[in-house]
């Protein structure tokens, strides 16, 4: 069975710099696109950060600049550099792949920024 496993989220202070990894766990092959997701309280759920299999990158504008989304194939993980953290990027991170047509998903780890 298929887990994935998020890491790195915490309390940082606005401007500051956090890296979120995801990596997989049990057997998932041909993963063609890896996306960050994030959910503030009181919000819906927001697409962040894409990476297809080739590379591309996808970016929702707010965070353009900031944060940068890497994969590792071999090790089927991918990671969010998110730099230059601002109070309103305060939310709850999850990781998800679309692989074998479905989506699988991470629990999601908390980032906080304090003003």
């Known amino acids: 069975q298929v887990q994935l496993v998020e890491s790195g989220g915490g309390l940082v202070q606005a401007g500051g710099s956090l890296r979120l990894s995801c990596a997989a766990s049990?057997?998932?092959?041909?993963?063609?696109?890896m996306y960050w997701y994030r959910q503030a309280p009181g919000k819906e759920r927001e697409l962040v950060a894409t990476?297809?299999?080739?590379?591309?990158?996808y970016y929702v504008d707010s965070v353009k600049g900031r944060f940068a989304i890497s994969r590792d194939n071999a090790k089927n993980k991918v990671s969010l550099q998110m730099d230059t953290l601002k109070p309103e990027d305060t939310a709850v991170y999850s990781c998800a792949y679309w692989a074998g047509s479905r989506y699988y998903w991470g629990q999601g780890t908390q980032v906080t920024v304090s003003s």
């Open positions: 049990g057997s998932i092959f041909s993963i063609d696109a």
């Open positions: 990476i297809t299999n080739g590379g591309t990158t």
